[in-house]
């Protein structure tokens, strides 16, 4: 015959088997209830190849392409579009001359260091765009720090410096290294005009 004590533990242990079974049954109804989300179309940091692109007219003189749908900041000498870690940035600025790759080196590198984002330059060049003359920039940093993982990523740029009659207006794409958004930039910076 079970002591009392027997019977106390037996009774807690049968209490509690019925406890774990009520919530595992919760907890299968609860997940019969959810459905899987669809799998992520582009990788991170891909702008999807369907994208709507629309005119942002800028007050400072110049119309560019944007994403539709990204987050817009005016800055005090400029506009940037961004989702998540693609960016796009555009300043504007005054200069004597259309900006030479020996005259922009130095000020570009000096510019890159002062970031203080493990900034590394790759390439300039003069390249042509739609709207005339401009110097290309190639360069990788790291992002800002993510919020809630404290942890940065490592960005690609494409910066195009552009010049007319004084003004100066310096495009900066950005996307985590490894994106493919050489067709959208290459869209969106073809698509630049002045006013």
Known sequence: MPTSFGRTV?????????????????????QAQQTLVAPEKNPPGDIPDDQVFIDYK?????????????????????IKFAD???????????ADA?????????????????QGH?????KLEEVRLKSGPALRVTYV?????NPVT????????????L????????????APAGADNVDQWKLMSNAFRWN
Do not use: C
């Not at 259309?98 to 002062?114: F, S």
């Open 141 to 145: 940093s790291n992002s800002d720090p």
């Open 58 to 78: 800028a007050p400072e003189g110049f119309i560019l392409k944007v994403p539709e749908g990204w987050a817009r900041a005016t800055l005090p000498n400029g």
């Open 150 to 161: 404290g942890k940065p990523i490592r960005l690609e740029h494409e910066r195009f410096l």
């Open 84 to 94: 998540k870690y693609d960016i796009v940035l555009a300043t504007v600025g005054h």
């Open 10 to 30: 037996a009774t807690t242990v049968q209490a509690l088997s019925i406890a774990f079974l009520m919530t595992a049954a919760t907890v299968s109804a609860v």
């Open 163 to 174: 010049f007319k009659d004084g003004r100066t207006v310096t495009l900066d794409f950005a």
């Open 98 to 114: 259309a900006p030479t790759v020996a005259a922009a080196k130095p000020e570009i590198a000096a510019d890159l260091a002062a």
């Open 118 to 122: 493990a900034a590394r330059l790759d």
